[in-house]
């Protein structure tokens, strides 16, 4: 898959995920990070998005697991100090 495919197919939804991140982590910075891993993530997987169904629930379902290791991580950090 070209990168051109890639951003036709993925970007659309950056709002969208950018949103569900905000929504979950109540931070600009790390929602804003998150939506780039989610399309490192993808990028990595690109000749396999082929055989998903819906794109689109695929990034909503990476998000949101980045974001619960993200809050995991932070309650982690927390119960060590």
């Known amino acids: ?3 051109s ?3 036709l197919m993925v970007l659309p939804y950056s709002s969208r995920l950018y ?3 905000f929504r979950m982590l109540r931070n600009r910075e790390e929602s804003e990070d998150v939506v780039q891993d989610v399309y490192l993530k993808l990028w990595k997987m690109r000749e396999d998005l082929q055989q998903y169904n819906s ?3 695929l990034c909503v379902r990476i998000t949101r ?3 619960l290791d993200r809050i995991r991580r932070q309650q982690t950090r927390r119960q060590t100090i």
């Open 1 to 3: 898959m070209k990168a």
């Open 5 to 7: 495919e890639f951003k």
């Open 19 to 21: 949103s569900i991140a």
């Open 55 to 57: 794109i689109e629930a």
């Open 65 to 67: 697991n980045l974001c």
